[in-house]
């Protein structure tokens, strides 16, 4: 897939893909079978490992040491990394980059999550509700500049949400779990069309994840 998201209810199917994306993104070893990208295992290969980016629910940022700390370590191991673009996006999205991580509150944290995102250039980009807490404005920011990054590198983003309303217009396909299952795998337009009436306007995800 190019834009997928994944949609879940329960805390149980969100903890599943909590676990989806830290064995796709080499940080959990698989019990049995292998996960790979680009034909390279994503747990022994360093440079599988270097091509993905997992970021958002206090993942992959040095938690307790000041943002520059993580900003170094990432470019010194994301080879595609861009200085001016983080630069860029911290100064837009008004991080304070004087503080750890961990004493950022949630939507800073976001905001800071979403300046890696945006700056590694990686082919795959992992993002496990990375919205959580932003405001409107730094929200709609970002998904304008996640939309220009995808248009120019085209890399693979999998987007973890519960807040179908804010991507419905950049995702291509939707994967549904519920109660532990697979409810549906489909394209976004599909999934919206399956749940639009005979000569109604075309319902909306969250429209469709009501009707499901």
Known sequence: YDLLTFYSRAYEDQSRITRIMDLAAGMRRPTRGSVS???LDAVEDSSARSSICLLGTR???LERA???DSLALWEATRPHWNRQ????YLDLFEVPVKRAPARLSQGQRSALDAVFALACHCPVLLLDEIQLGMD????RAFW???LDL????RPTIIISSHEVDDIEDLVEDVVVLQQGGLAAATSADELRAAATAPDAPLASLTDALVDM
């Not at 673009?85 to 860029?88: G, T, V």
């Not at 995808?150 to 590198?153: L, S």
């Open 66 to 68: 000041p943002v520059k």
């Open 37 to 39: 990208v680009s034909g």
């Open 150 to 153: 995808y248009v120019r590198d």
């Open 136 to 139: 409107a404005v730094v929200r």
């Open 59 to 61: 993942r992959g940022l």
């Open 85 to 88: 673009d983080a630069e860029q």
């Open 144 to 146: 304008n500049a996640l």
